[in-house]
Each structure stands twice: as structure tokens, then as C-alpha cells.
């Protein structure tokens, strides 16, 4: 079955960074867009970064552009989302996403920025 488990978040400071891991399994990730997305209280999830099956094309969103970075491993099953520059506002629940025949969610990872 589809497995999506990320890891990495935690605590933050302000213009500092982190570094979110999405070990997948179950299907053909190497031939699948990923894709990271966010949720902060009371607003809803937000597309935050997306990488092509091959690594070279990927985009973001305008409010994290220049300070986060995504990319994947294909021999490891794995894509990542590097953030630099942390701000408050990038606190959310952080999930992975496969779209695979159908849409798969990782169970999210808490960032939170703050000092």
C-alpha cells in the first residue's frame, strides 16, 4: 500500500532553517509528482512546493519563493523540503502528497517558528 511518513519538523527560530523528509513506498516514485502542502489553524492546507518525476522542473508559492527549496531522491524513495529563512507565518502542519491513480497524504509534520 501507499505509504507517505515525513519527518523533520520541530521548533524554528526566525530566520532560521529546517529540513522536512517524505520517505515514500508502495508505488513508482520515480515516475510520480510530489508534492509538499501546509495547514495553519484555521486556514486551509496550501500547495507550498511541487517537483517533476525526474527532479527538473519545480514551483512554488509566491510566499515561500527564494527561501525554501524542494527535491527528491529517486534512488531513495525520498523528496525534501529544505526552508531557509523561516518567518512566524510558515508555521503549519507540513504534509506530503502523491498523486498516484488517486491522491495520498502523509499523516503531516508540525513546523513551528518562533523564538
Known amino acids: 500500500q501507499v505509504q507517505l511518513v515525513e519527518s523533520g519538523g520541530g521548533l524554528g527560530q526566525p530566520g532560521g532553517s529546517l529540513r522536512l523528509s517524505c520517505a515514500a513506498s508502495g508505488f513508482t516514485f520515480s515516475s510520480t509528482v510530489m508534492s509538499w502542502y501546509r495547514q495553519a489553524p484555521g486556514k486551509e492546507r496550501e500547495l507550498v512546493a511541487r517537483?517533476?518525476?525526474?527532479?527538473?522542473?519545480?514551483n512554488y508559492a509566491d510566499s515561500v519563493k527564494g527561501r525554501f527549496t524542494i527535491s527528491r531522491d529517486n534512488a531513495k524513495n525520498t523528496v525534501y523540503l529544505q526552508m531557509n529563512s523561516l518567518k512566524p507565518e510558515d508555521t503549519a502542519v507540513y504534509y506530503c502528497?502523491?498523486?498516484?491513480?488517486?491522491?495520498?497524504w502523509g499523516q503531516g509534520t508540525q513546523v513551528t517558528v518562533s523564538s
Open positions: 502528497n502523491a498523486v498516484y491513480g488517486q491522491i495520498y
Open positions: 517537483i517533476s518525476s525526474s527532479g527538473g522542473r519545480s
